[in-house]
Nanobody, 123 residues
Framework: QVQLVESGGGTVSPGGSLQVSCTAS????????MAWFRQPLGQDRELVAL??????????ADSVKGRFSISRGDAKNKNTIYLQMDSLKPEDTAVYYC??????????????WGPGVQVTVSS
């Protein structure tokens, strides 16, 4: 069973930057296709960005394209992913979660959700 632990987050002013990270631990030797999701207060959870096992394929929600960047850790930390968030806006405020997904073309989350991290963009 995959376990997910997110870290980072915090409060930043509009236009600022923040990075969140996530480590998935599960079956040894397996690299997971992973994604970041977010859930603003009172709203549904939405997909933000995803990354292939190799890291060569990424995709982003239109609302974050050009501002957010998803990446993977090095060879020893393949199941650690990062989300670099630049030019943050108040509407980016949400709890951010990572998950393992079925595939790049099928971004359904398949693991139990971790606790997530709060990102607040406020002046």
């Amino acid at each position: 069973q995959v376990q997910l632990v997110e870290s980072g987050g915090g409060t930043v002013s509009p236009g600022g930057s923040l990075q969140v990270s996530c480590t998935a631990s599960g079956e040894l030797g397996i690299t997971y296709t992973m994604a970041w999701f977010r859930q603003p207060l009172g709203q549904d959870r939405e997909l933000v960005a995803l990354i292939s096992r190799s890291g060569s394929i990424t995709n982003y929600a239109d609302s974050v394209k050009g501002r957010f960047s998803i990446s993977r850790g090095d060879a020893k930390n393949k199941n650690t992913i990062y989300l670099q968030m630049d030019s943050l806006k108040p509407e980016d405020t949400a709890v951010y979660y990572c998950n393992v997904i079925e595939a790049i073309r099928d971004p359904r989350p398949i693991a139990s959700w971790g606790p997530g991290v709060q990102v607040t963009v406020s002046s």
